[in-house]
C-alpha cells in the first residue's frame, strides 16, 4: 500500500543531479554532435558538411566504413561469446555457493575479488599470464605443444581476450543469481521435494523462472559492459595481431586521437552510442512485453 | 475538536474510489467504518488524513476547512493492518518517535511513553527491537506510538486482522477505552460485523465507495435500509430469497407459492427480495411460525458454542445458525425453518419496505 | 492409505543430551494418526504445531522418538521418499506452467500414464472450481486462484499416506474462506484421505477436523472432537482458547458438591471424592452455560453488556474478589447494569487442579465425566 503523501517540492531535490548531468554528459555530447556535422581545414576553422560523415561511415567501400563495419562485427561476436560464457557459467556458480554458515563470507568474498581489480590491472595480469617465456598459461600451453601467441595468432588473442573477460566478470552476474536464489521462499524447495521434482526440474520449473529479472539485469549490463570494453584488450593486444581484436572502442580511439579525424570519429561515436542503446531498448521492451503478456 | 467530510469524493482515472461522503465525527467519538476488502475504507481514511486531497468536496476541521493540508500539518495518528514499525530502533524509541518529532522536553516524552508502554503492556519489551517481538507485540507498539501522539484524530485501518483471534478478542476490548481517554475522534475501519457491534459507538457501512448507512451501530445492525447495507453487516453473509407478491401469493423461487401473510401481506404486488441473516433460520423444530424449506447440507462451519450449517434449497445455499454442536455431514437431508418476522424485505431497486413490520422480535428459543 | 503413528515423537532445537523440559519446541507425544481421518493442529503461534507438522512431512528431523507410516518407521526418511503432500501457508506455483501442468507434476514426476493423469487433474480441478483456468498460465492469476491451485497439487496424488495444511487459507479473501472451507470438507470426504490442517483459528478447526489436536507452549494439552473440547476442555487452556469468548475461571474453594467463590456457593453437578474438603481449585464454566436470570442463582454486579446482534453477552463481577465473568443473556430479557443474577449449569461446571480438570463422579445418568 502506497502511504506516500505527493508533493510538487520533492523536484527540488533532482536540480543537482540535471546540472551534474548537464555538464557531464549533455554539453560534451552535443559538442560531439557538433563536430559530426562539421569539417574542417584545421586554425579553428569549421565548416558544414551536413549527413557527410554519416554517409561516410555507414557505406562499407569507404576506407572508414570498412573499419567501422569490421569493428562492430568483431563487438558483436565478442559480446555475443562473452554472455553465451558468463550467463550460464555464472548461473552455475550462483548454485554451487553455499546458502547458509560461516562460508558464505568466505565464498562471496573470494568471488569478488576479480571486481575489485582496476581494469588495466586486469589487463597487465592476463598479459603476463599469457606471455609465452614467462606467463604461467603460455609456458604451460606452449609445451602441450600447442601454437600459443597472443601477438602474432588472432585465435590466441581472442582466446585471451574472452577468458579474461570470463574471469573477470562471471563473478558478478554469480553474485546477482545468488541474491535471486536467497530471495525464493523455502516452501517452493519445500513443495517441490514433496511433488517430487528431480534437481533438474527444480532448477528449470523454480529456480530459473525465479532468477527471470536478475538474468534480464545481469544481461543488460554484461552486454554494455561488453560492448564498450576497452582497457583490458588495449592493455593485452592493443587492438592486434592486426585488426584482430580492434573493437568499437579501439578503433575509435585510435581515429580521435591518434589520426585527430574529428568529424569521422565523431560520426562513429555517435553511431557506436546509438548502436548500444537500440540494443538495450529493444532487449528491455521486448523482455518487459513478454512478462506483461504472462501476468495478463 | 469536530471533523466533518462534506460531500468528498475521491477519483482515480475514470475510477470513483469514493462518491459523495458526508460524515459528521464528533470529538471523542468511535466510528466504524464497516465494509469488506476494497469498499474504499482506507482511501476514505487517506482522505480523512490529508495523505491524499479529494477530487471533490471539502474537509473541514473544528470550522476551518483544511482540504488539501498535508497530514503532517494535521494532528493526525494512524495504524495500520501490518505492523509498521521501525525495525532498527528500540520499543521505547518507536513510542517515543513522534515525541521527538515534536520535540518535547525529555521528561515530558519519558512520562508518556511510560504511561503509554503500560497501558499496552509493553513494559517489559521497552529495550527490544520490533524484529525481537510477536505479532501482537509489535501491533500493540504501534498502537502505543499512536496513543503517545494525543492526535486529535487516530484512524485504525484493521487493526486487529492479523492477530490471533484471541489477543484479537483482548485488545478490542481495551482498544476503545484507551483512545477515548485522549478525546480523540477515533475511527475504525474494519471488515467484520462483529466487531463493529463490539466497539458499539456509530457505524458507517461502506459498498463500493459509497456509504450505504449510518446511525448507532446497533441500531444499523437491527434495521438496515437497503440490501447492500444489510449484506455488509452479515456475517456469514446474508441469505436471499427472491419472490413475486401478486394478490394474496406469493412465487418464491424455484417455483414454490406461499400465501403472503404477515408484515408481507401488506406489500404491494410487484418483485422482491428477502434477506435474512443465519439466526433467523434454524434446523429441525424451532418452534414457532416458521417456514420450512427442504434442503441438502453442504457444509457445517463450527465456531466454538454454535453451528453455521449452509443448506442448500434449491433457491440458493443459506447458512442456518444451530445453537451447540452438531454434525451435520455435507449429503444430509434437512429442512430449514425460516422465522419470517426476522427476514427484510426489499425492493427490487435494493431498498428496504418493509417499515410498517414489527421490529424484529427477539424471540425466546425454545429447545427441541 | 496409511496411518501414521508418533512415539513418542519430540523435538528439542540445537544439541545436546542434557535439555530442560522448557528446551522443547515439541514436547515428546504418543498419538496415532488414523487412516481417512480428518485432523486439525490447534494453537496460537509458536506452541509447536508447525514443528510437528514438518516432523511428519520430513522437513524437521525429530531429536527424540520414533514415527511410523503403518509400520514402516520413516523418521529419518527425505521428505520425497515419505509419500505425503503438504500445502504451504503462501501459495507455491510454478510460474512457468499452466494451471493444468501445475497440477499434473506430482503425478507427471512420479511417471504416471497420461490419460491417467488427465483424468485425475480434470477431477480434482472440477471440485476445485479450476476447470476453466485449466488452459491458463498460472503466474497471471489472483492470490486466491494461486492457493487453490497449491490445494489441487496437494490432493491430486491419491496414493499419498498423508495430506498436510500448514493454514492455507492465510492468503484467502476472507469473503471466499467459507467456500474454500467447504470445499475442504466435502474434498476430505470425496477422497478418502488422511488429512492433517495446522491453524491458529478455532473455526478452521473446528469445522475442519473430525478430532483436534490443542497444542500450547509445546505440548498436546487435548486431543478431542470439537464437542469434547467444547463440552469437557481437560486444560484451562483449552477452555480459554476454543470458544469465543474462552471459557470462565473463577478460583474458589471445593466444598462437598458446591464451591465456594468469595462466600457464594456454586453447585456442582458431581461428586469429587478425590479432592479434600477446602482445596483450592478453579471453577471452569462456558459463558453459554452462565445465563442471567431474573430470580435464581448468584448475585452479581452486571457492569457491561455486549450485544452481538444474535446474542447478547453480559459482563459481570462476583463476590467481595470481584472476580469476572462472562454470561449470556436470554433472548428477549430486558437487562441493565447494575445488580443482576446468573444461574450455573451444574452439568457443564468443571473443576480443575494445576490447570487440568478434575474427573468427578456424575450425578446425571448417561453423561460421561
Redo the contacts between chains.
Keep these: 500500500m502506497d502511504t506516500r503523501s505527493f508533493d510538487n517540492r520533492a523536484w527540488l531535490f533532482v536540480v543537482p543531479v540535471l546540472l551534474f548531468v548537464l555538464f557531464s554528459s549533455l554539453i560534451p555530447m552535443m559538442t560531439v554532435v557538433n563536430y559530426s556535422f562539421q569539417d574542417t581545414m584545421g586554425q579553428n576553422n569549421f565548416f558544414w558538411n551536413g549527413a557527410g560523415w554519416f554517409q561516410n561511415l555507414l557505406n562499407p567501400t569507404t576506407e572508414v566504413g570498412q573499419r567501422f563495419q569490421g569493428a562492430l562485427v568483431r563487438n558483436f561476436a565478442f559480446s555475443f561469446t562473452a554472455l553465451a560464457l558468463e550467463i550460464p557459467l555464472g548461473i552455475a556458480v550462483s548454485l554451487c555457493i553455499p546458502k547458509s554458515g560461516w562460508q558464505v563470507g568466505a565464498v562471496l568474498v573470494l568471488i569478488a575479488l576479480p571486481l575489485l581489480i582496476p581494469y588495466n590491472v586486469v589487463g597487465t595480469i592476463w598479459l603476463l599470464f599469457s606471455r609465452t617465456d614467462i606467463g604461467l598459461l603460455g609456458v604451460f600451453l606452449g609445451a602441450l605443444g600447442l601454437p600459443f601467441n597472443v601477438t602474432q595468432n588472432a585465435g590466441s588473442a581472442w582466446f585471451i581476450i574472452v577468458l579474461m573477460d570470463v574471469w573477470h566478470w562471471t563473478s558478478m552476474v554469480a553474485l546477482l543469481c545468488y541474491a535471486g536464489l536467497k530471495a525464493i521462499p523455502d516452501a517452493y524447495y519445500q513443495a517441490a521435494r514433496i511433488d517430487g521434482a528431480n534437481r533438474w526440474s527444480v532448477f528449470r520449473n523454480i529456480e530459473l523462472p525465479k532468477l527471470r529479472k536478475v538474468l534480464i539485469i545481469a544481461m543488460l549490463l554484461r552486454f554494455m559492459g561488453s560492448f564498450m570494453i576497452y582497457t583490458e584488450p588495449f592493455t593485452v593486444t592493443g587492438g592486434g595481431p592486426g585488426e584482430a581484436t580492434s573493437f568499437l572502442s579501439i578503433d575509435l580511439v585510435k581515429m580521435a586521437l591518434g589520426q585527430v579525424d574529428l568529424g569521422n570519429a565523431a560520426a562513429y561515436s555517435l553511431v557506436y552510442n546509438l548502436i548500444t542503446l537500440t540494443v538495450c531498448w529493444v532487449f528491455f521492451t521486448y523482455t518487459t512485453h513478454v512478462d506483461q503478456r504472462d501476468a495478463a | 475538536m469536530s471533523l466533518v467530510l462534506d460531500h468528498i469524493g475521491y477519483r482515480r482515472g475514470d475510477e470513483a474510489l469514493i462518491a459523495d461522503v458526508s460524515l459528521e465525527l464528533a470529538r471523542g467519538s468511535m466510528n466504524v467504518l464497516l465494509g469488506p476488502t476494497l469498499a474504499g475504507k482506507t482511501t476514505l481514511m487517506r482522505l480523512m488524513a490529508g495523505l491524499d486531497r479529494p477530487t471533490s468536496g471539502r474537509l473541514i476541521e473544528d470550522g476551518t476547512d483544511v482540504t488539501g493540508v498535508p497530514v503532517k500539518d494535521r494532528s493526525v495518528a494512524m495504524v495500520y493492518q501490518q505492523f509498521v514499525n521501525y525495525p532498527t530502533l528500540s520499543v521505547y524509541e518507536n513510542i517515543a518517535s513522534p515525541l521527538r518529532v515534536q520535540r518535547l522536553p525529555r521528561s515530558e516524552i519519558e512520562a508518556r511513553v511510560a504511561r503509554a508502554a503500560k497501558l499496552m503492556r509493553l513494559e517489559p519489551m521497552l529495550q527490544r527491537t520490533p524484529g525481537q517481538l510477536s505479532g501482537g507485540q509489535q501491533q500493540r507498539t504501534a498502537l502505543a506510538r499512536a496513543l503517545v501522539k494525543q492526535a486529535r484524530l487516530v484512524l485504525l485501518d484493521e487493526p486487529l486482522a492479523n492477530l490471533d483471534y484471541k489477543l484479537r478478542e483482548e485488545l478490542r476490548e481495551e482498544l476503545p477505552r484507551l483512545f477515548a481517554e485522549t478525546g480523540a475522534i477515533l475511527v475504525y475501519a474494519t471488515t467484520e460485523p462483529t466487531e463493529a457491534l463490539l466497539l458499539r459507538g456509530r457505524t458507517a457501512t461502506l459498498w463500493q465507495g459509497r456509504i450505504t448507512q449510518l446511525g448507532p451501530t446497533a441500531q444499523v445492525y437491527r434495521e438496515p435500509e437497503s440490501l447492500d447495507a444489510a449484506r455488509v453487516f452479515s456475517d456469514p453473509p446474508l441469505n436471499e430469497l427472491a419472490l413475486r407478491k401478486s394478490g394474496t401469493e406469493m412465487m418464491l423461487a424455484g417455483g414454490r407459492v406461499i400465501p403472503a401473510v404477515g408484515a408481507l401481506s401488506g406489500l404491494p404486488d410487484g418483485e422482491f427480495r428477502l434477506g435474512f441473516r443465519s439466526d433467523a433460520v434454524t434446523l429441525g423444530d424451532a418452534g414457532g411460525d416458521r417456514l420450512g424449506f427442504p434442503g441438502v447440507v453442504a457444509v457445517t462451519e463450527i465456531s466454538g458454542s454454535e453451528s453455521f450449517v449452509h443448506v442448500d434449497v434449491g433457491a440458493g445455499t443459506w447458512v442456518c445458525l444451530v445453537e451447540g454442536l452438531h454434525g451435520y455431514e455435507p449429503g444430509d437431508r434437512a429442512e430449514a425453518r425460516l422465522d419470517l418476522s426476522r427476514a427484510f424485505v426489499f425492493a427490487a431497486d435494493g431498498r428496504r419496505v418493509s417499515a410498517d413490520a414489527p421490529a424484529p422480535a427477539l424471540r425466546q428459543s425454545v429447545p427441541a | 492409505m496409511a496411518q501414521i503413528t508418533l512415539e513418542g515423537i519430540g523435538h528439542a532445537y540445537g544439541s545436546g543430551a542434557a535439555r530442560s523440559g522448557t528446551d522443547y519446541a515439541l514436547k515428546p507425544l504418543h498419538h496415532v494418526w488414523e487412516a481417512g481421518r480428518a485432523y486439525a493442529l490447534l494453537g ?3 506452541c509447536g504445531k508447525t514443528t510437528l507438522l514438518n516432523i511428519i ?1 520430513g ?1 524437521v528431523i525429530p531429536s527424540e522418538g520414533r514415527l511410523l507410516f503403518d509400520d514402516r518407521d520413516v523418521t529419518r526418511l ?3 521418499q515419505r509419500n ?3 500445502v ?3 501459495p ?1 506455483i ?4 499452466t494451471v493444468a501442468e501445475n497440477l499434473a ?2 503425478l507427471k ?2 511417471g504416471m500414464a497420461k490419460p491417467l493423469i488427465d483424468r485425475r487433474v480434470g477431477e480434482i480441478a472440477a471440485m476445485l472450481d479450476l476447470t476453466p483456468h485449466l488452459g491458463r ?1 498460472a ?2 492469476l489472483t492470490a486466491d486462484a494461486k492457493q487453490k491451485i ?1 490445494l489441487g ?1 496437494g490432493l491430486v496424488r491419491s496414493d499419498v499416506s498423508a495430506v498436510l495444511f500448514d493454514e492455507p487459507l492465510t492468503v484467502i ?3 471466499l474462506k ?1 467456500e474454500l ?2 470445499k475442504l ?2 474434498v476430505h ?1 470425496a477422497l478418502d484421505l488422511l488429512m492433517i490442517y495446522v491453524t ?4 478452521e478447526a ?2 475442519f477436523a473430525d478430532k483436534v489436536v490443542v497444542m500450547n507452549d509445546g505440548r498436546a494439552v487435548q486431543i478431542g472432537t ?2 469434547e473440547l ?1 463440552e469437557t476442555p481437560e486444560h484451562t487452556f483449552v477452555g ?7 471459557m470462565n475461571l473463577l478460583r474458589g474453594e471445593i466444598a462437598g458438591t458446591e464451591v465456594r467463590v468469595d462466600g457464594q456457593v456454586i453447585p456442582l453437578g458431581a461428586a469429587y471424592p478425590g479432592l479434600r474438603p477446602g482445596q483450592e481449585v478453579k471453577v471452569g464454566i ?1 459463558p ?1 452455560y452462565a445465563v442471567l436470570s431474573e430470580t435464581g442463582g448468584l448475585p452479581v454486579d452486571i457492569r457491561r453488556i ?5 446474542k447478547r453477552l453480559a459482563h459481570v463481577a462476583l463476590g467481595e474478589n470481584r472476580q469476572t465473568l462472562v454470561a449470556t443473556v ?3 430479557m430486558s437487562v441493565e447494569t447494575g445488580p443482576g443474577r446468573v444461574s450455573f449449569d451444574p452439568a457443564r461446571t468443571h473443576l480443575y487442579v494445576d490447570e487440568r480438570r478434575v474427573h468427578g463422579d456424575s450425578f446425571s445418568r448417561g453423561r460421561a465425566a
Design positions: 496460537p503461534s509458536g512431512s522437513l527425505p521428505t520425497e505425503i503432500a503438504q504451504f501457508q503462501f507455491v510454478y510460474d512457468t506452467m507434476f506430482p514426476n512420479r498460465r503466474r497471471g497449491s497439487r479473501d476472507p469473503a467459507w472451507r467447504s470438507k466435502v470426504r491458529h483459528d478455532q473455526v473446528l469445522t470439537p464437542a467444547f480459554y482458547f476454543i470458544g469465543s469468548p474462552g462456558r453459554d455486549d450485544d452481538l446482534g444474535r436470554p433472548h428477549g
